[in-house]
Antibody, heavy 120, light 110 residues
């Protein structure tokens, strides 16, 4: 079964850091572009970052650039998101999502999400 | 980053047809097309349609997508109570080198 399982969320104080993980099963992460998408409470979906199959092309949303770092470990078949200098507005459910192998066709597999709460 | 534009809400009657729209520009929807996602509260999104308007395996034929210029549409026929939820469009923006999402449409089935 194709599956994504996120972990690493939690309650963090402003200015703190977190590393989110996304473990894939049923497919190889290095064969797909992979994404992080977040959703603040009661709000819509916001794209965070993507990494392509070669890891040569890494992109970030405007408000994420500089504080967020996406990475991948092929041996562990996992995706990661390092978030530094956390702010209250980073509070959200963070989803890991796989892209279809055809370029920009859409995100066809989603994890259940991990919740990040930034509060003092 | 500018997102795609979706109406916040749409209401239609049971067994009727609803058409949800998603408007972008020539760098995203107009060039790449849009994918559609369905999301129930407390659950992750689910892909309903690829950007080429084809459905993934297992998605009901009641869901169909299309595009005209910079506007993508999702048509849901024979509305059922379980169709009442949130729908999002997404597209790759070649100018921004970013995925952009619509703000979402809440569909109410009366």
């Amino acid at each position: 079964e194709v599956q994504l399982v996120e972990s690493g969320g939690g309650l963090v104080k402003p200015g703190g850091s977190l590393r989110l993980s996304c473990a894939a099963s049923g497919f190889t992460v290095s064969s797909h572009s992979m994404n992080w998408v977040r959703q603040a409470p009661g709000k819509g979906l916001e794209w965070v970052s993507s990494i392509d199959t070669s890891t040569r092309y890494i992109y970030y949303g405007d408000s994420m650039r500089g504080r967020f770092t996406i990475s991948r470990d092929n041996a562990k078949n996992s995706l990661y998101l390092q978030i530094n200098s956390l702010r209250a507005e980073d509070t959200a459910v963070y989803y890991c999502a796989r892209e279809d192998q055809r370029w920009a066709y859409g995100m066809d597999v989603w994890g259940q999400g991990t919740t990040v709460t930034v509060s003092s | 980053q500018a997102g795609l534009t979706q109406p916040p809400s749409v209401s239609k009657g049971l067994r009727q047809t609803a058409t949800l729209t998603c408007t972008g520009n020539s760098n995203n929807v107009g060039n790449q097309g849009a994918a559609w996602l369905q999301q129930y509260q407390g659950h992750p999104p689910k892909l309903l349609s690829y950007r080429n308007n084809n459905r993934p395996s297992g998605i009901s034929e009641r869901f169909s997508a299309s595009r005209s210029g910079n506007t993508a549409s999702l048509t849901i026929t024979g509305l059922q109570p379980e169709d009442e939820t949130d729908y999002y469009c997404s597209a790759w923006d070649s100018s921004l080198s970013a995925w952009v999402f619509g703000g979402g449409t809440k569909l109410t089935v009366l």
